[in-house]
């Protein structure tokens, strides 16, 4: 059904509603990003984290409460199960503090709380590893660039890199706008968004490309020949995006909250590159005057002399 509302004008329209609804989404995330920010994990603020268990099922907010009574800085807690918590603490505070609530938590008959680990990142450390990760996405960036600039003609090669720039964009927004917790397993999963992305921009480009440089094409408009190649990859595409979904879903549901950042990061880019695909990597192009003159052979001076000839 989808291939069929894929062809003539239909298909064109809708990605071109598509491309109009990508370009509000990635100025609603750059606003986002620039009010909110990123709520940065200990991996790049640093501070205490502590990890302990009680021994039954306390709720969240009891829980928090009591540990406000007992702590005099700033901290972050989360469930990781029922009996399972995890308290983050702002750099700042001292030991003697983190002490304090520990020793009440773990007194405390109704608690009854052991804690499993604590440890301190330093903000040095945190500092360092933010400009890592910075330096990785950036050289990542600077590859795809390259190679898209060796693979295809100029216009399919830019519709590409704004695809990826639009799915790292929507991704990062979202993280902004839930305020989800930005630690570098996220990070790890941006640079796995980079490839996925350029994966699928580069299959539908390919194919673009292919119908192009085919003679008999030549009297079909640019919008018919990129719908044909949408609808020829689109069976793959979705084959191998659901594929993926499914396995991500696991991950985010079953694998305990360390990894939920990473396949809520993982499965919105997947989502998001699929869609950007087909709405920005093969319709961008068309706007920038993409057409089969492209791919025509150009010959040299001399030759084309010889050719005009009488």
């Known amino acids: ?29 750059v606003f986002t990003l620039s009010q909110k920010g990123l709520n940065f994990g200990l991996d790049f603020t640093g501070g205490y984290l502590t990890e302990f268990t009680t021994s039954q099922s306390v709720e969240l907010k009891q829980l928090e409460q009591f540990i406000t009574k007992n702590h005099n800085g700033e901290f972050e807690l989360t469930a990781q199960g029922n009996s399972h918590f995890q ?15 520990q ?4 007194q405390n008959a109704d608690i009854n ?9 330093g903000s040095q450390v945190g500092d360092e590893l933010f400009e890592q990760g910075c330096l990785a996405l950036f050289s990542a ?18 519709g590409s890199v704004v695809a990826l720039v639009h799915d790292l964009l929507l991704v990062l927004g979202l993280f902004s706008l839930l305020s989800i917790e930005f630690n570098l397993t996220v990070l790890a999963s941006l ?12 299959i539908v480009g ?40 499914a396995t991500v879903a696991s991950v985010w549901l079953l694998a305990g909250a360390p990894l939920q950042g990473f396949a809520i990061a993982l499965f919105t880019g997947i989502v998001v590159g ?7 990597a093969a319709t961008l192009p068309e706007l920038l005057g993409l057409s089969a003159k492209n791919y025509e052979e150009k010959l040299d001076v001399k030759t084309q002399a010889l050719m005009d000839m009488p």
């Open 1 to 29: 059904m989808l291939n069929t509302f894929l062809k003539g004008e239909a298909g064109t329209r809708l990605r071109f509603y598509g491309m109009l609804l990508s370009a509000i989404l990635v100025l609603l995330s």
């Open 87 to 101: 308290l983050r603490e702002a750099p700042s505070d001292s030991t003697a503090n983190s002490n304090d609530w």
């Open 103 to 106: 020793s009440a938590i773990t």
């Open 113 to 121: 709380a052991e804690v499993l680990s604590s440890a301190y990142i």
């Open 141 to 158: 960036m600077v590859a795809v660039m390259l190679y898209l600039a060796v693979r295809f003609e100029w216009r399919l090669a830019v």
């Open 191 to 202: 640079l796995a968004i980079i490839g996925y992305s350029l994966n699928d921009s580069i």
């Open 206 to 245: 390919d194919r673009v490309r292919e119908l192009l440089r085919v003679k008999s094409n030549n009297a079909l408009s640019p919008a018919s020949i990129i719908n044909n190649a949408i609808k020829s990859t689109l069976t793959r595409t979705l084959i191998t995006s659901g594929t993926t979904l």
């Open 274 to 280: 699929t869609f950007s695909s087909i709405c920005i």
